[in-house]
């Protein structure tokens, strides 16, 4: 009983994360109708600023603000720059780019802050545990559940009850006639690529008191999230949260029970052996399943 | 007139890169430079790989992100079966043909019905599962890989030799070129590339284009499981690594590099991009010493640049160039 909750608040741990990676992602795909494989550089730059900032001033605060801060600046000049000019050519030219960018990403982190992994310390105040259900729990990583429900409720807020949220919403279902009604779409897709980049930035900051903070971070995760975006619906940030929380059970659970339940079937090597294989595939073949029945995934945008 | 002079041209071109592939072992048993060899072996491996990337990615519309899977698992043929003993050459080649065969048509049944970005997205996914499971698999050697105790025996072909492994690759290289020149003019390969340019219309004429494509996926597939049980044999190890995405991004760079719409583009792709690969890893400067040092250390850096700069300026490709030039003069 004890493991299951662990094990289900666990999972719900990983797709905050996976979702905070993905609603950027997915939104940009929605409206710009591109795919930035650089996104996973955003999380891994939040994760750096984020050490770099908590162990200069010490406070998780100003980490947090200053990872966010970061990541959306960041995000804001890649897309001024460079980024702006692959919206309208085909996706080839679209992931090559972002690829080169991702390789760019990881050395000018590597420049700056070294090849060996960076460590930041979980906040003091978050530094013990508590009980949930009769079971305790580490505070931090309760605390990114509460930060993914958080910034669930004020993406929802801000898509559906705020003017801008309107205009994503328009921009998803047809850029060129929210242009022709006078609203400054290269503006607005900025706007959105800088909300992105932030998410993803804050991502990264809350992951890295728990992992090493290394190049190359972003990349497991960025995977992760194609997987989550494609059974969740392109585009959709309802299918971005389902997916997120589909993908994290999956994964968690898959991992853990997995193992117990081919011990049970076989020999102890045997399962030992196949267990973590078999859980590693485990997510992509519900990928496979999914595609196969519902190629728009789970969750598609509703248009209309 | 002129249009015939471009494709002297290009058959020049072809003729002089083939003629030095074949030419690599002498002058490296003349300069007793054995690196040579090794080097154009891999060189001319993943020539082959990017070739048969492009018969799915430049003729078929299908820009597979997760062909290194399929090297991986040609790698692993050899590299697994020499774990528990088989040494037989053929034999590794069928395993990991069997078992790539197995996989490409599962994948490919699954992504061949997707279109533009979700066809990407997924065959990553689907090449980093395999990714995944070989990091899994402790047994052979989990995520460092495993080193291959020796060259497969393949009877007639003694792969301990290196000019033979060498001319081995030499042969495969030709014969799929040779193979995919043909194939894309045939029924087969029209069917390919009118699904390309218009499924529906493929659809209406009557075309299966599932089976087309799904053949075409296997059969570039299967072709990159040869190439990766060439490089295992090459390098002796087999590893995850060989399956990394960016090995399957950097076969695409090497088609689009190249010349996506090209035959032969893919080889010259591999060349020039495996042998700036090597001089940036190696670069050094002597008036600016430091400057070398940090291109040396960040070499990757410049790799990314590089591929921003090409997708950007050269769409068409190197080898694409000399044709479209002479196309509109």
């Known amino acids: ?304 | 007139m002129a249009k015939l002079e471009i494709r002297e041209l290009k058959t020049w071109i072809a003729g002089l890169v083939i003629l030095l592939f074949a030419a690599v072992p002498i002058v490296s048993i003349l300069t007793d430079q054995a690196f040579y060899m090794a080097q154009y072996s891999r060189i001319m491996i993943y020539a082959l790989a990017a070739v048969a990337l492009n018969l799915i990615l430049g003729f078929g519309g299908m820009v597979s992100l997760g062909h290194a899977l399929y090297i991986g698992i040609g790698a692993y043929g050899a590299g697994m079966l020499d774990f528990h003993g088989v040494t037989n050459g053929w034999l590794q080649l069928l395993a990991a043909l069997g078992v790539g065969g197995l996989f490409a048509t599962a994948i490919g049944a699954v992504v061949v019905r997707l279109k533009g970005m979700t066809f990407i997205m997924i065959t990553l996914a689907f090449a980093q599962m395999g990714y995944f499971l070989a990091v899994t698999l402790r047994t052979y050697g989990g995520e460092d890989g495993r080193a291959i105790s020796a060259r497969s025996q393949m009877y007639l072909l003694d792969f301990s030799n290196p000019v033979v492994l060498y001319y081995a690759i030499f042969a495969c290289l030709m014969a799929t070129l040779w193979w995919v020149d043909r194939v894309i003019t045939s029924r087969f390969g029209m069917a390919i590339r009118g699904s390309k340019s218009n499924e529906r219309r493929m659809l209406a004429l009557g075309f299966p284009t599932f089976r087309y494509k799904l053949a075409a996926y296997v059969i570039s597939a299967q072709i990159c499981v040869v190439a990766g049980f060439l490089l295992a044999n090459l390098t002796l190890y087999a590893s995850p690594s060989y399956m990394q995405w960016m090995v399957s991004a950097e076969l695409i760079i090497m088609v689009i590099l190249g010349g996506m719409f090209t035959v032969f583009g893919p080889v010259i792709g591999a060349l020039v991009f495996l042998l700036l690969e090597e001089w940036l890893s190696n670069f050094h400067s002597a008036s600016f010493p430091a400057f070398g040092e940090l291109v040396n250390e960040h070499w990757l850096a410049v790799l990314g640049a590089f591929v921003i700069v090409v997708v950007l300026t050269a769409r068409n490709g190197v080898y694409g160039y000399v044709g479209k030039r002479g196309r509109t003069p």
């Not at chain 1, 990541?71 to 460079?82: D, F, N, P, Q, S």
């Open chain 1, 1 to 304: 009983m004890s493991l299951f909750v662990a094990q289900i608040l666990n999972s719900f741990q990983l797709g905050a994360l996976l979702f905070l990676m993905s609603a950027g992602l997915t939104l940009v795909f929605g409206i710009m109708n591109f795919l930035n494989l650089a996104h996973g550089s955003l999380f891994m730059v939040g994760a750096y600023v984020g050490a770099t900032v908590a162990a200069k001033t010490g406070s998780f605060t100003i980490a947090i603000i200053a990872a966010i801060v970061a990541t959306m600046l960041l995000g804001v000049v890649a897309e001024r720059t460079l980024l702006r000019q692959l919206y309208a050519r085909d996706h080839l030219d679209q992931v090559l780019c972002t690829f080169g960018l991702l390789l760019i990403a990881n050395e000018a982190v590597r420049y700056i802050w070294g090849p060996s992994p960076v460590f930041i310390n979980v906040p003091a105040m978050l530094d013990g545990t508590v009980r949930i259900f009769g079971q305790n729990y580490p505070a931090y990583r309760f605390a990114i559940i509460v930060a993914g429900i958080v910034v669930v409720l004020g993406l929802y807020l801000l898509i559906s009850r705020t003017r801008l949220g309107m205009l994503i919403r328009a921009g998803a279902n047809n850029a060129n006639m929210v242009s022709a009604l006078g609203v400054n779409i290269k503006f607005l897709n900025t706007v959105v690529f800088a909300l992105g980049a932030g998410l993803a930035g804050l991502g990264g900051l809350l992951i890295a008191p728990l992992v090493s903070v290394q190049p190359g971070m972003g990349e497991p995760i960025l995977i992760l999230t194609l997987v989550v975006i494609v059974v969740g619906g392109i585009g959709s940030i309802r299918g971005a949260l389902y997916g997120a929380l589909i993908v994290g059970l999956i994964d968690t659970a898959a991992r853990v029970y997995m193992q117990i339940g081919l011990l049970q079937i076989f020999e102890r090597s045997v399962g030992q052996a196949i267990g973590p294989a078999i859980a590693s595939m485990l997510i992509y073949i519900l990928m496979a399943i999914v595609l196969a029945f519902r190629p728009q995934g789970l969750f598609p945008v509703k248009h209309g």
